[in-house]
DNA sequence: ACACCACTGCGTACCTGCTACGCTATTTAG
DNA sequence: CTAAATAGCGTAGCAGGTACGCAGTGGTGT
């Protein structure tokens, strides 16, 4: 019967409240938070120990095992209770707007939380508020007739692509944070590290300038984000074509 | 002059070899090979520590910090070690054919370190292998006419893609090695979970029986890897035809 | 030949972080 | 009222990163 794996059931809140024994004076929702409010306010997933998660919380540092099975358990649970519901769908759009508007929603809901795509990656989506996320991104292509499987295909994708660039963006800007000297002399030093003869098409985009002026950070990845974004949906629109 | 960031200098073996004093009796590569023997014996990043690389090397944990100057460093060392050198493009291929060989490539040389999409990224690609790697994705794109500029961000897009699925790829292959049934059980688990009036897209696909069935895990994997990654090239000649 | 000094390897020690274990206090079932 | 179940917590063990300073080593310049 209650073959649920730990973690999923504790993500739903699905077990049993004790009868007896004192009352709690901690609860999963204030750990979880306290965990999000400290990694937040670092912009440090490392600065979650669970002696700080305690301390914030007022109470000694094995309190919380009384809660949560490991730190590790812990991360699980920030990881579906840092995102947000998606906000639902504009009606009566096409597939293509859809998942536009899907991605930029993920955008905004991850940015608030730099230390998202640090998170160990433990399984398929499973709590309430990821798989609201992957519901929402298959809801945009119900439209397109294509069968199911398809459509978790490119959700999937499109998940991976996100997570992907976010992780490369935000790992970016933490770096260019530390030590900006070291993005804006990326051209440089490329130039004096290669050697033409042996990696000519890199050579030859230097050349070209294209890594001379680094403007502005957040929005040149930005625009990297959209243009990567669009080629996947143009492979999206290929694919229906070809299948429709 | 010499204003080369340490870790580019030290990935380049750019450091000027000291004059007086003893010999050593630590190299640099050696460090580094065993790091990674390590990391690949446990299949596990965090088997690396400081002091398990030098026990195999028969050295004391603080002599590795005359060669390196932080854990940190001696993972960035790693990323660039970790993957030799891609095999050069067949001659005369399109650019389709040219970078599904790139991403094959890729994948082969990323499946021997599984531990590899766990590296945390420090900043754009710098050391030589990976910069290889990077100017035979631009080499793949010299026939087509694109823009420089094009070049590159249709190379980093896919590169984001490529690391992504083989960090979800390698990540849940790790957790299905540790607990099978949770996969298994994913769409009885969905179906237990799920409210079909909140989430009545993914609901269909439960319908549809999509999560039932997990076969082969790495095949299915290469399959996603396979599909997503034909999107994209879709999208990259959309693209191509677009601005050619 | 000799003194100097940059350099390597390393022992020690400190700090942070996760968590197993067991005690005590609290609440409720019977 | 007693027993069982449960919450919080103090202690302690273990692992891992690294600052610091000492001892030995071997070119360099006098």
């Known amino acids: 019967m209650d073959e649920l794996p730990p973690d999923v059931a504790l993500m739903w809140r699905l077990r049993e409240t004790p009868r007896r024994g004192p009352k709690p004076t901690l609860s999963l929702d204030d750990i979880v938070r306290a965990a999000i409010e400290i990694a937040d306010e670092e912009n440090d997933l490392a600065a979650v120990s669970m002696a700080r998660v305690a301390e914030r919380l007022g109470n000694s540092t094995m309190a919380l095992y009384r809660h949560v099975k490991s730190k590790d358990e812990l991360l699980i649970l920030m990881s579906d209770a840092a995102l947000e519901r998606p906000e639902p769908l504009p009606a009566d759009v096409d597939w293509r707007t859809g998942l536009t508007f899907w991605a930029d929603g993920v955008m905004t809901a991850v940015r608030k939380h730099s230390w998202y795509a640090k998170l160990p990656i433990s399984g398929p989506p499973a709590g309430?508020?990821?798989?609201?996320?992957?519901?929402?991104?298959?809801?945009?292509?119900?439209?397109?007739?294509?069968?199911?499987?398809?459509?978790?295909?490119?959700?999937?994708?499109?998940?991976?692509?996100?997570?992907?660039?976010?992780?490369?963006?935000?790992?970016?800007?933490?770096?260019?944070?530390?030590?900006?000297?070291?993005?804006?002399?990326y051209g440089a030093t490329l130039a004096r590290v290669i050697d033409p003869k042996q990696m000519p098409a890199l050579a030859r985009v230097l050349d070209a300038g294209v890594f001379d002026e680094v403007?502005?950070?957040?929005?040149?990845?930005?625009?990297?984000?959209?243009?990567?974004?669009?080629?996947?949906l143009d492979g999206v629109a290929a694919f229906i074509e070809r299948v429709g």
């Open 128 to 185: 309430p508020n990821n798989l609201a996320w992957f519901d929402a991104a298959l809801g945009a292509l119900a439209g397109t007739g294509l069968p199911e499987e398809a459509k978790v295909g490119i959700a999937m994708g499109l998940i991976t692509y996100v997570q992907g660039e976010m992780r490369m963006a935000m790992d970016l800007a933490a770096g260019f944070a530390d030590n900006p000297d070291v993005f804006r002399q």
């Open 215 to 232: 403007g502005d950070f957040e929005q040149e990845s930005d625009q990297d984000f959209d243009f990567g974004l669009q080629l996947y």
